[in-house]
């Protein structure tokens, strides 16, 4: 017997054409699938009755695989085939994994490729094909649940997520049989739980403190549309760090040594998370502990206490507020609501402090760790065709500046960071050479001005430029990022329409720390930015006065030139050959203007010859008009 | 005769409409597709047409057009569950013959 849902008035479906939407909350430590039904979103359990997910995937040496709650155990067990967090590996490389400095137990298999494989008993697995295994499970959920098959899924993403990430999440859901309507910010669902959407026009804040990481973003909501202003956070801080906080004072107050066992400190570490929940809902709570010796040891942490404890930790978090602010360029006044997502936010002392910074009372009401998901679903239920009256578009933002290599190394932005997406923008270049055919295009994502220090992205070559002189070729390059964040450019020579485009898929991508540090170095090293671009255009300049000085003299040198005279001109040129290499650009400056004079006669005569040239069998009265 | 509801339907029902925020009741029928001929209509209203019927269950409005009365009268609307799966069932005395999964029907 069928199990049917109410549905919105004129929107009830055909039988078996029901538009079955989940949103998922891919995330590093849990995954929670949530849905539209008659009306109310909610979460889906599973049979044990569980909403959470452990995002964790135990191999089998029979080729088969636990997922979640199941595969929890052996992470302790069998570390090497069981794997955890592997979103932090989402669309990066090795080197990228390996310097997050997060210790890693697995092996990873030496291959060509710049997708990193994880060897386990089942065989060898890509981040992708992992996070395509936790999919799985919720899709089965969702379908077990739901009665049907899916129709499509939302799936959401951390706000700072590049687009090899992006990516790296489309393919798992694909590889788990999922057709993923759109990849949707987590702040941004967020807001879409707690109907922000549909109030009025405002800013608000996502304040996210989750089991190991830190995300605030100030989202925008503009005529119906959400933007995200700026984001910022620590992928190094969470839950995990208040309980270790009180760890470090329950070993200070029983007086266990640092060097602790392994075995000591996860029992530390669960009596420190009961504490910690305990002190949400009372004022005091006594810790009990067994010793190595088998003494016991008691104490008493206050609500107080435990508040000095985690003072700093939550003061390190509105640091990057106060970043996001400065950079969405809001002030703290303009803020109408502040949504609090993760498990962590349960602890009044931050609801507390965040409340006191942002000057206004959060949002609690809805589970914090199921948020996300619930946004999620019914942003999944609006896409899938639910909800007639209800076109929602949202919108994103680049985490960095999206640009090109030009001439000398340097960073020639083409879309700026913080631009809301989907966008188009275009710029024109042109060629440096005389009869230069080609064009490389370096595709480049960063904030610095000298592209070593920035990310590259990709490389494509425009050819079949038809000759001309330098500087006369149009060359239009087009960047668009599409509504998931992923970017395409495209190169066309306008007066011959020659055209090449790359679809930018870059084996992997940027990590949150190094978006931040890059971000950081971009601000630190503005001045010495600012020399070195100033440096780059003298020496670029340099070499176009050098180039068209030696073709002219290849041209007509010997004919128009005094030995005397080719023998200064030479100087100057082996002079600003010298002072170029150099890092001086005053001084490339002055070489450059010397060699301009030296060659000021020559120029002139050479112009002359050009004239009489043009002018050689035609009449004065011919050019007077 | 007329529309009932059961008492865990009733309590969803309550629920789901409390949640949505509007709405005066709950609208049942019946149209013309599916693979046995006729399929259920199970929507929240918003509002009321002349020639609707209101039954009150519960305290809960459930409304039905006079059409769609001719194959419902007499059915009894339950809220139940399969392993994961929970939703609202259409107990209708009129059905004489239902396609596999129950969501179309012939009278």
Same mark, same amino acid.
């Given at each position: 017997?069928?199990?049917?849902?109410?549905?919105?008035?004129?929107?009830?479906?055909?039988?078996?054409?029901?538009?079955?939407?989940?949103?998922?909350?891919?995330?590093?430590?849990?995954?929670?699938?949530?849905?539209?039904?008659?009306?109310?979103?909610?979460?889906?359990?599973?049979?044990?009755?569980?909403?959470?997910?452990?995002?964790?995937?135990?191999?089998?040496?029979?080729?088969?695989?636990?997922?979640?709650?199941?595969?929890?155990?052996?992470?302790?067990?069998?570390?090497?085939?069981?794997?955890?967090?592997?979103?932090?590996?989402?669309?990066?490389?090795?080197?990228?994994?390996?310097?997050?400095?997060?210790?890693?137990?697995?092996?990873?298999?030496?291959?060509?490729?710049?997708?990193?494989?994880?060897?386990?008993?089942?065989?060898?697995?890509?981040?992708?094909?992992?996070?395509?295994?936790?999919?799985?499970?919720?899709?089965?959920?969702?379908?077990?649940?739901?009665?049907?098959?899916?129709?499509?899924?939302?799936?959401?993403?951390?706000?700072?997520?590049?687009?090899?990430?992006?990516?790296?999440?489309?393919?798992?859901?694909?590889?788990?049989?999922?057709? %993923?309507?759109?990849?949707?910010?987590?702040?941004?669902?967020?807001?879409?739980?707690?109907?922000?959407?549909?109030?009025?026009?405002?800013?608000?804040?996502?304040?996210?403190?989750?089991?190991?990481?830190?995300?605030?973003?100030?989202?925008?909501?503009?005529?119906?549309?959400?933007?995200?202003?700026?984001?910022?956070?620590?992928?190094?801080?969470?839950?995990?760090?208040?309980?270790?906080?009180?760890?470090?004072?329950?070993?200070?107050?029983?007086?266990?040594?640092?060097?602790?066992?392994?075995?000591?400190?996860?029992?530390?570490?669960?009596?420190?998370?009961?504490?910690?929940?305990?002190?949400?809902?009372?004022?005091?709570?006594?810790?009990?502990?067994?010793?190595?010796?088998?003494?016991?040891?008691?104490?008493?942490?206050?609500?107080?206490?435990?508040?000095?404890?985690?003072?700093?930790?939550?003061?390190?978090?509105?640091?990057?507020?106060?970043?996001?602010?400065?950079?969405?360029?809001?002030?703290?006044?303009?803020?109408?609501?502040? %949504?609090?997502?993760?498990?962590?936010?349960?602890?009044?002392?931050?609801?507390?402090?965040?409340?006191?910074?942002?000057?206004?009372?959060?949002?609690?009401?809805?589970?914090?760790?199921?948020?996300?998901?619930?946004?999620?679903?019914?942003?999944?239920?609006?896409?899938?065709?639910?909800?007639?009256?209800?076109?929602?578009?949202?919108?994103?933002?680049?985490?960095?500046?999206?640009?090109?290599?030009?001439?000398?190394?340097?960073?020639?932005?083409?879309?700026?960071?913080?631009?809301?997406?989907?966008?188009?923008?275009?710029?024109?270049?042109?060629?440096?050479?005389?009869?230069?055919?080609?064009?490389?295009?370096?595709?480049?994502?960063?904030?610095?001005?000298?592209?070593?220090?920035?990310?590259?992205?990709?490389?494509?070559?425009?050819?079949?430029?038809?000759?001309?002189?330098?500087?006369?070729?149009?060359?239009?390059?087009?960047?668009?990022?599409?509504?998931?964040?992923?970017?395409?450019?495209?190169?066309?020579?306008?007066?011959?329409?020659?055209?090449?485009?790359?679809?930018?898929?870059?084996?992997?991508?940027?990590?949150?720390?190094?978006?931040?540090?890059?971000?950081?170095?971009?601000?630190?090293?503005?001045?010495?930015?600012?020399?070195?671009?100033?440096?780059?255009?003298?020496?670029?300049?340099?070499?176009?006065?050098?180039?068209?000085?030696?073709?002219?003299?290849?041209?007509?040198?010997?004919?128009?030139?005094?030995?005397?005279?080719?023998?200064?001109?030479?100087?100057?040129?082996?002079?600003?050959?010298?002072?170029?290499?150099?890092?001086?650009?005053?001084?490339?400056?002055?070489?450059?203007?010397?060699?301009?004079?030296?060659?000021?006669?020559?120029?002139?005569?050479?112009?002359?010859?050009?004239?009489?040239?043009?002018?050689?069998?035609?009449?004065?009265?011919?050019?007077?008009? | 005769?007329?529309?009932?509801?059961?008492?865990?339907?009733?309590?969803?029902?309550?629920?789901?409409?409390?949640?949505?925020?509007?709405?005066?009741?709950?609208?049942?029928?019946?149209?013309?597709?599916?693979?046995?001929?006729?399929?259920?209509?199970?929507?929240?209203?918003?509002?009321?047409?002349?020639?609707?019927?209101?039954?009150?269950?519960?305290?809960?409005?459930?409304?039905?057009?006079?059409?769609?009365?001719?194959?419902?009268?007499?059915?009894?609307?339950?809220?139940?569950?399969?392993?994961?799966?929970?939703?609202?069932?259409?107990?209708?005395?009129?059905?004489?013959?239902?396609?596999?999964?129950?969501?179309?029907?012939?009278?």
């Amino acid at each position: 017997m069928a199990l049917l849902q109410i549905s919105e008035p004129g929107q009830s479906t055909a039988p078996h054409e029901h538009r079955l939407a989940v949103g998922i909350d891919l995330g590093t430590t849990n995954s929670l699938v949530a849905t539209v039904r008659s009306g109310t979103a909610e979460t889906l359990a599973d049979e044990q009755g569980h909403h959470t997910l452990p995002s964790i995937v135990h191999y089998l040496p029979d080729g088969g695989c636990k997922v979640g709650h199941e595969a929890r155990s052996a992470a302790t067990e069998d570390p090497q085939n069981t794997i955890v967090s592997v979103k932090r590996m989402m669309g990066r490389g090795l080197d990228d994994i390996r310097a997050t400095g997060h210790k890693l137990p697995y092996e990873f298999v030496q291959t060509d490729s710049a997708v990193p494989r994880i060897k386990t008993a089942a065989g060898e697995f890509s981040a992708v094909e992992i996070s395509a295994d936790i999919l799985k499970v919720l899709k089965q959920r969702a379908e077990a649940s739901l009665g049907g098959e899916l129709k499509g899924v939302v799936i959401t993403v951390p706000a700072y997520f590049d687009d090899a990430q992006r990516q790296s999440t489309k393919d798992a859901a694909t590889l788990a049989g999922l057709n %993923v309507m759109r990849l949707l910010n987590e702040p941004t669902a967020a807001a879409v739980a707690y109907g922000l959407d549909h109030g009025a026009e405002g800013i608000h804040v996502i304040y996210d403190l989750g089991g190991g990481t830190f995300d605030v973003s100030i989202l925008r909501l503009h005529k119906g549309v959400f933007e995200v202003l700026a984001t910022a956070g620590d992928s190094a801080l969470g839950g995990d760090d208040l309980d270790k906080a009180v760890v470090d004072w329950i070993m200070q107050q029983a007086g266990i040594a640092d060097d602790v066992g392994h075995h000591q400190m996860r029992r530390l570490m669960r009596d420190a998370n009961t504490a910690k929940e305990a002190l949400t809902e009372s004022d005091s709570t006594e810790i009990t502990l067994e010793l190595d010796d088998g003494t016991h040891w008691q104490g008493n942490l206050t609500r107080e206490q435990f508040n000095e404890l985690v003072d700093p930790l939550i003061k390190k978090t509105l640091a990057p507020c106060r970043r996001t602010i400065r950079d969405a360029g809001i002030t703290l006044d303009e803020i109408s609501e502040v %949504v609090m997502v993760g498990g962590s936010t349960r602890v009044p002392r931050v609801r507390e402090k965040v409340g006191e910074f942002f000057n206004t009372q959060p949002l609690v009401d809805i589970d914090p760790d199921k948020v996300v998901a619930i946004g999620a679903g019914i942003q999944a239920d609006i896409l899938a065709g639910n909800k007639p009256d209800d076109e929602l578009l949202l919108l994103d933002v680049l985490p960095l500046s999206l640009g090109l290599e030009t001439m000398g190394g340097l960073m020639e932005k083409v879309i700026n960071r913080n631009t809301p997406i989907p966008v188009s923008r275009a710029q024109d270049f042109t060629t440096f050479k005389d009869g230069q055919t080609a064009m490389a295009i370096h595709v480049i994502q960063g904030e610095r001005e000298l592209i070593d220090d920035n990310r590259s992205l990709a490389r494509f070559e425009l050819r079949g430029i038809p000759a001309m002189v330098a500087g006369a070729a149009r060359i239009r390059v087009t960047y668009q990022v599409d509504a998931d964040g992923l970017l395409s450019v495209s190169a066309r020579e306008e007066t011959s329409g020659v055209e090449s485009s790359i679809q930018v898929k870059p084996s992997y991508g940027l990590t949150d720390e190094e978006i931040t540090d890059m971000l950081k170095a971009s601000m630190s090293h503005a001045q010495e930015d600012v020399d070195a671009r100033g440096l780059r255009e003298k020496q670029v300049e340099a070499d176009r006065v050098l180039e068209a000085i030696n073709s002219a003299v290849a041209e007509d040198g010997a004919a128009l030139l005094s030995d005397a005279e080719r023998s200064v001109i030479d100087a100057a040129i082996s002079k600003l050959k010298q002072t170029r290499e150099g890092t001086d650009s005053r001084a490339i400056k002055q070489a450059i203007d010397e060699l301009d004079k030296a060659t000021a006669d020559y120029a002139e005569r050479r112009m002359d010859a050009s004239i009489n040239k043009a002018m050689a069998g035609h009449k004065i009265e011919e050019f007077e008009n | 005769m007329g529309i009932t509801l059961t008492e865990p339907a009733a309590q969803h029902i309550r629920a789901y409409l409390e949640n949505r925020g509007k709405g005066i009741g709950l609208r049942l029928g019946v149209k013309t597709s599916g693979c046995s001929g006729m399929a259920y209509v199970l929507e929240f209203a918003d509002e009321l047409n002349e020639e609707d019927q209101v039954f009150e269950d519960h305290g809960i409005k459930v409304i039905v057009d006079p059409k769609s009365m001719i194959y419902l009268d007499g059915t009894e609307l339950d809220f139940g569950k399969e392993g994961l799966n929970e939703g609202f069932q259409f107990n209708n005395p009129n059905v004489k013959d239902a396609c596999g999964c129950g969501e179309s029907f012939t009278v």
